[in-house]
């Protein structure tokens, strides 16, 4: 039990866009010195992260929801609808920022997809953010892999594993059915190529 909550600690949904900047930041060609790097990695874990928590907190001091889980569809409606538009806010901006339009993408299938998580509530189903999240880490680094014609076949193939041991770690945690970790996953798979698509 203590290693399945371990892993979807460090799994997080407001940890993997810090973990997946850091990574296009190594292994992508790009025009930044490191300050610039360390620049936006702060902005985005400031976005992504700080903001998310202090989101939770303040909701669990207001008894909006009853855990920092937020496990129910109830307690997820009013956090995920201010992460879309937080998100979405995010790759606008990066995406107007020279050079990091492939960041504007990320952050845009972010919010896309929390988007369709969102529909999905009215027909009562709670899908997985936790695979959501390590699904566009796929799509992302799939679609990068086309653009610059390099190849990120070890960092497609470690995400797949992580969502493999996390979806069992939600499922073993009782938080999630397979259905809702599947969905997640897929979910999180094709954003990143639909959102890439129309852009």
């Known amino acids: 039990m203590k290693f399945h909550k371990f892993i979807s600690v460090m799994l997080h949904p407001i940890v993997i866009p810090t973990i997946g900047v850091l990574l ?14 360390l ?32 496990e129910s569809i109830k ?12 998100f979405y806010l995010l790759g606008n901006t990066l995406d107007y920022t020279p050079n990091l339009s492939d960041l504007g993408l990320l952050f ?21 953010i936790h695979l959501l999240s390590l699904g566009i880490s796929v799509g992302f680094f799939l679609i990068l892999h086309t653009k610059y014609s390099k190849s990120f076949t070890i960092v497609i ?33 094709i954003a990143p190529i639909i959102v890439n698509y129309f852009l």
């Open 108 to 128: 845009y299938a972010t919010s896309f997809g929390l988007a369709i998580i969102y529909v999905l509530f009215i027909f009562k189903f709670k899908t997985s």
């Open 75 to 86: 307690e997820r409606k009013i956090p995920i609808a201010m992460m879309i538009v937080l």
């Open 157 to 189: 193939i470690i995400s797949l594993l992580l969502s493999g041991l996390l979806a069992s770690a939600r499922i073993h945690l009782k938080a999630h059915t397979q259905k809702e970790v599947y969905i997640g996953f897929f979910l999180g798979f």
């Open 39 to 70: 620049t936006v990695l702060g902005f985005i874990f400031v976005t992504t992260y700080i903001i998310p928590l202090i989101i939770l907190i303040l909701f669990k001091r207001l008894k909006l929801i009853k855990s920092f889980k937020a």
């Open 24 to 37: 296009y930041f190594i292994l992508v060609p790009n025009r930044f010195d490191s300050n610039q790097k």
